[in-house]
């Protein structure tokens, strides 16, 4: 049996249909870029993700990259994020000038520690970028109240969380301003790059808007240097489509994971995900922490199963990042689960059998 870490293709048959229309409709109009179905997607997305406000961006990287630059974050500042993560989430902070200051996970969630944030703070810090990594969101009780005492900004990265919620909190709602991506792997997957910044604040979403198009407030005036961060219409008219059927997938992949859960609970070398009391997670990935998790890898590629790691290597560790100065075991929790992360296929058009297929194969290599 061929089992791939997600396949695109099936979701693709299942909503194929409603996608000429949408295409032509937008080439009608010829209003290809930053047009009227961005701003549908933008009300979508707001009501949602329980936002009062929503601005369109070409990316999830960009999403996070716009929101430093308009809120005034760059040279001479820190950002603290987690060190286990994909690259964008500190590439930006670098990118806008300033400096990322890495803070441990959990072990049971993969998110930051809020524990260890305090001690990561100085007078040059200006925001904190929690990941709501894997679909779960992280606690973003004790973070915020830290932002509130040391007056921070919280950007939540919630690109891998698009649905998620903490006490009944979607991802991106609770934060100064929430990134999601639309990049095709993730949950809501566009048919490009795509991403966007959700927030209450209605003010900031108007000054997140002028920095998506060069700054430019009135037409060729430009009252900040802001950058293209324009999202397409088609990609938006595109993800209206897939937005109504993401509950539905994402019920789908978390009935995936409580089989897995129900086949691999107990089983002595694996640790199922741990979703806390009050999250509800989005399964964006379904990742187990096996001790030999690379002759596991080989044995069930061998098998016809595909899986994935995410991450072989903490942020602190990479080489781009050398002169901040940072250490190997320097944030041990992040260290350990690059060793014993595997990601198992979990995608919504997944059926029983291969889930059973799976889990199968784990137990017959641990046996
Ligand atoms: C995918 C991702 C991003 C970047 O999104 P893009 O749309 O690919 O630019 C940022 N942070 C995290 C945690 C991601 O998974």
């Not at 308009?70 to 990118?95: D, K, M, N, P, Q």
């Not at 919630?158 to 990049?183: E, N, P, R």
Request: hydrophobic share 40%.
């Amino acid at each position: 049996m061929e089992v791939p870490l997600l396949d695109l293709k099936a979701q693709y048959a299942r909503y194929r249909d409603q996608v000429p229309p949408a295409v032509e409709s937008v080439l009608d109009s010829q209003l290809v870029c930053n047009g009227p179905p961005v701003r549908q997607l933008e009300q979508e997305m707001a009501a949602y993700c329980g936002c009062a406000a929503a601005v369109g961006v070409s990316s999830g990287t960009d999403a996070l990259l716009s929101t430093l630059m308009t809120l005034g974050i760059g040279a001479g500042h820190e950002v603290i994020t987690s060190t286990f993560t994909f690259f964008a989430t500190a590439g930006v902070i670098w990118r806008a000038g300033a400096r990322p200051v890495f803070v441990d996970i959990e072990p049971d969630t993969f998110n930051i520690d809020p524990a260890k944030i305090e001690a990561a703070i100085t007078e040059k810090t200006k925001a904190i970028i929690p990941v709501h990594l894997f679909g779960q969101m992280a606690e973003m009780d004790p973070i915020t109240a830290i932002a509130k005492k040391h007056k921070l900004h919280v950007i939540e990265d919630a690109a891998q969380s698009i649905g998620a919620t903490y006490h009944g909190h979607k991802a991106g709602s609770i934060g100064t301003v929430g990134c999601l991506s639309f990049y095709p792997t993730k949950n809501l997957g566009a048919p490009g790059d795509g991403g966007m910044i959700v927030t209450q604040d209605t003010q900031l979403a108007e000054r997140l808007a002028v920095t998506r198009n060069h700054g430019q407030g009135k037409t060729y005036h430009h009252q900040i240097v802001g950058g293209n961060f324009r999202m397409d219409s088609i990609v938006a008219a595109i993800l209206s489509i897939k937005l109504q059927h993401l509950d539905q997938w994402t019920q789908e992949r978390r009935g995936h994971a409580a089989r897995y859960n129900e086949l691999l609970s107990g089983v002595d070398g694996v640790v199922v995900p741990h979703v806390r009391d009050g999250n509800e997670s989005i399964f964006h990935q379904y990742v187990v922490r096996m001790p030999n998790r690379d002759a596991m890898r080989e044995f069930l590629a061998e098998q016809g199963i595909s899986t994935g790691v995410y991450y072989p290597l903490s942020l602190h560790e990479q080489e781009c990042f050398k002169d901040l100065g940072y250490k190997q075991g320097d944030f041990p929790e992040s260290e350990r689960a690059t060793r014993e992360v595997l990601a198992l296929p979990v995608y919504g058009e997944l059926t029983d059998a291969q889930v059973a297929y799976v889990a199968g194969k784990i137990r017959e290599f641990l046996a």
